[in-house]
């Protein structure tokens, strides 16, 4: 790709430096020089805030080092993160070290720049090399997940190719514009292993999504480990839909998520799907049952059946025992009682069982999230709701969250005709879900999370999410199949000023995204609305 290259409209609203106009972006050129390879630094995805293009690039070498200040275990971390993935692909040693060196890879905690908050960097590449500087382990982290979209897809391999491994010079100031950028995966419908969840938990980290919401029970399956309540997972994670052996996560498997996930900086969001979506835990505790009758467990995939006995004291000492026991073990701020779809609840049940779960939820010092159904009850103070709507939605609908999100609960946006990674992409998609429309890649990126509910405060929207649903995928193909390339578009919904938003320009930044994504092995769908480069 040619460091001339530029990108039209992209910039106009950004009030950017281009230091030195269209003819000397970078190092005089000459064709054979490295630097008329780099990628400008303007194609990352999500799109910067600010990106300030010009003056000499920078090219690894096998001298390279990636310094890190002494002191900084964090920095250290982030470093040996970065070494891995720069390693197989360029064959150099990358050591990380406190030492001095004149050039490198400087990675640096400390910054005094308060705008850059808790997720922001400055990104500057130069003749001696890259420099990010960051307040926050999480900014230094999404700074080095720029740096890799900076140099060639050829990097993102896992054995030894041909470089020059060439990053043009310029600066980038980037921070988000929501701190809430979400992916769920649905672990209930099909249970996925550790190392799945692992898997798509790194795909994540690229687009700088920080928030991993589980959805961890539903009709079909339960699927983490509850001490006070073992049947839950013996016996209401034995299956899943279409049958087969299900599976759950013990405590320890757990764990290792949340460890995993926190060392990509992204917060685990765990979701009990409360009253209805309940099978799974009726089938496995008759007494939980207003009849006292266990259901079979249910391998289908119809939804809205299920009911939680709202009368029965049960009920409460099941949803105490649940929540502690979860709460205990999840260091993030949220606990997701999921309050969707609830059909066989009657609505005054509804209301009086989300009002004693939200206070268990509080009582264990969570913040409550539900999906926007959570508004037809009372909101707990604080209080998220996930709209899942879609354009159609009837205005009542609409106007009862946007009421809610007036009297101060928030929103985190997940529109089911835009943001639902399980929407086939048009007629001929051989997976996924169509109830909500078929939903493109245009479609799922053209939309503003600011102004998407009318009559909600734009202070009230914390962000998006994108949800993949489960009762048509169950491998990490699939997955990414239905993710990418969307769940980059929602990551940059989530990031990007609002500014920068434009379709145009943005279908030739992913397209850029094809050859990297296939360097990772990540199995997307070549949309026709993108104008893929040749691979
Ligand atoms: C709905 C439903 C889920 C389905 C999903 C499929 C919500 C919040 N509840 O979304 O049970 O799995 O659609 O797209």
Same mark, same amino acid.
């Given at each position: ?11 106009? #609203? ?161 921070? #988000? ?359």
């Amino acid at each position: 790709m040619s460091q001339r290259r530029r990108i039209p409209g992209l910039f106009a #609203p950004l009030l950017l430096v281009v230091a030195a106009g269209a003819t000397s972006l970078g190092t005089p050129a000459s064709a054979a020089e490295p630097a008329a390879r780099a990628r400008p630094l303007s194609q990352v995805v999500p799109a910067p805030a600010s990106v300030s293009e010009g003056g000499p690039s920078y090219a690894l070498t096998p001298r390279t080092r990636i310094r890190v200040d002494d002191d900084s275990r964090e920095a250290r971390r982030i470093g040996s993160y970065l070494a891995d993935v720069l390693r197989p692909s360029t064959g150099y040693d990358l050591p990380v070290t406190a030492r001095d060196a004149r050039d490198g890879i400087r990675l640096r905690l400390g910054s005094k720049d308060a705008s850059l908050g808790d997720e922001g960097y400055r990104l500057e590449s130069g003749r001696h090399g890259v420099t990010i500087t960051a307040r926050r382990a999480a900014g230094l982290f999404h700074g080095v997940q720029t740096l890799r979209q900076l140099l060639p897809a050829a990097v993102e391999e896992d054995t030894r190719q041909r470089g020059p491994w060439t990053v043009a010079g310029g600066t980038i100031k980037d921070m #988000p514009r929501y701190g809430y950028r979400g992916a769920m995966l649905d672990v209930s419908r099909h249970f996925f292993s550790v190392d799945k969840v692992k898997t798509y938990i790194d795909q994540m980290a690229l687009y700088k999504i920080n928030k991993l919401h589980l959805h961890l029970s539903d009709d079909q399956g339960w699927r983490i480990a509850i001490d006070s309540w073992p049947r839950l997972t013996t016996y209401g994670g034995s299956t899943q839909v279409g049958g087969g052996p299900g599976g759950y996560y013990t405590k320890a498997d757990y764990r290792e998520i949340l460890r995993y996930a926190a060392s990509r900086h992204l917060e685990v969001v765990p979701e009990i799907d409360l009253p209805g979506h309940t099978n799974a835990a009726l089938a496995s505790y008759a007494e939980l049952n207003c009849d006292g009758v266990a259901p079979p467990l249910y391998t289908g995939t119809n939804v809205g059946f299920s009911s939680l006995c709202v009368p029965k004291a049960v009920t409460y000492e099941f949803v105490d025992d649940v929540v502690r026991e979860i709460a205990a073990m999840t260091p993030g701020k949220y606990l997701h009682i999921g309050g969707d779809e609830a059909h066989s609840t009657p609505h005054k049940d509804y209301v009086a069982f989300m009002d004693k779960a939200q206070a268990v939820v509080g009582k264990y010092g969570k913040t409550v999230m539900g999906w926007h159904q959570l508004t037809g009850a009372e909101p707990a103070e604080g209080a998220v709701a996930q709209y899942w709507g879609l354009d159609k939605t009837s205005a009542t609908e609409k106007a009862q969250v946007a009421n809610a999100a007036r009297n101060g609960t928030k929103l985190v946006l997940s529109p089911a005709d835009r943001a639902y990674l399980d929407m086939k992409y048009d007629k001929s998609t051989p997976l996924g879900l169509a109830w909500a429309g078929y939903v493109e890649v245009r479609r799922s990126y053209d939309w503003n999370p600011g102004a998407y509910l009318p009559g909600a405060p734009a202070q009230s929207v914390l962000g998006v999410e994108a949800p993949m649903w489960s009762e048509t995928l169950w491998t990490n193909d699939q997955v990414e199949y239905m993710a990418f390339p969307r769940l980059p578009g929602i990551a940059e919904l989530g990031w990007s000023p609002a500014a920068t938003h434009d379709w145009d320009a943005y279908k030739v930044r992913l397209a850029a995204q094809g050859p990297r994504m296939s360097a990772l092995g990540i199995d997307y769908y070549r949309s026709p609305q993108v104008p893929w480069p040749a691979e």
